[in-house]
Structure formats: C-alpha cells, structure tokens
C-alpha cells in the first residue's frame, strides 16, 4: 500500500520561507515523477512542481521560478519543497503527488497515481 505524508505547512508573513516535505513509503517502482501542487479555495488545483526523481530533472510553474526549489532525497523516499520570499498568492493547501504517467515536465494532477492529504501554506501581507 502505497503512503504519501506531507508536513511543514504553517502561517508566514510575506517574504518568508517554508519548507514542505512529503515522504513516501510503498511505492513498488523505480524513478516516479513526483509533484507539488496547490489549491486556493474557488481555485483549480494547479502543479506547482515536479521532479522526475531518477535524473533528478525538474520543472516548475512560472510563478514561483527563482523562489523555490524542489529536490528528492531517495535514500529517505522523501521530497521537499523550499519556499522562499513568499507571497500572499501563494496561499493554498498544498499537495504531494508521486507515481505521474508520462512525460514528467508536463504531468498533470490527473496524471498521478497517489496523493498525500494536504498541508495548508498562509502567507499574510
């Protein structure tokens, strides 16, 4: 049985950081794109990230290149998501995602397998 556990959410203020991580246990297969998405309320579930974890490639959505960084570690089986100079717009529960099917740079939340349940990101102005 496959188990996807986030942690490290909280309240910031604006230009603060945080940093998510999402440990996986279960998974039967080598090298899974795994992802970070988010979910602001009224809003689409929208990826934040990925990262193909066999080459180590990654990919992230325009809004938060430079800001913040995805990484794996696979001795651990655990992903995490530094979030620097955060904004307001950056509040959402965020989600980790592994086992994405297809080309990695351009899997969507439809595309992965098993989730995590949430860890909720707010950053206040």
């Known amino acids: 049985q496959v188990q996807v556990v986030e942690s490290g959410g909280g309240s910031v203020q604006a230009g603060g950081s945080l940093r998510l991580s999402c440990a996986v246990s279960?998974?039967?297969?080598?090298?899974?794109?795994m992802g970070w998405f988010r979910q602001a309320p009224g809003k689409e579930r929208e990826g934040v990230a990925r990262?193909?974890?066999?080459?180590?490639?990654?990919y992230y959505m325009d809004s938060v290149k430079g800001r913040f960084t995805i990484s794996h570690d696979n001795a651990k089986n655990t992903m995490y998501l530094e979030m620097n100079s955060l904004k307001p717009e950056d509040t959402a529960m965020y989600y980790c995602?592994?086992?994405?099917?297809?080309?990695?740079?351009?899997?969507?939340?439809?595309?992965?397998?098993?989730w995590g349940q949430g860890t909720q990101v707010t950053v206040s102005s």
């Open positions: 995602a592994t086992g994405g099917r297809g080309y990695c740079g351009e899997a969507q939340a439809a595309d992965f397998a098993y």
């Open positions: 279960g998974y039967p297969w080598d090298s899974p794109c």
């Open positions: 990262i193909y974890t066999g080459s180590g490639s990654t």
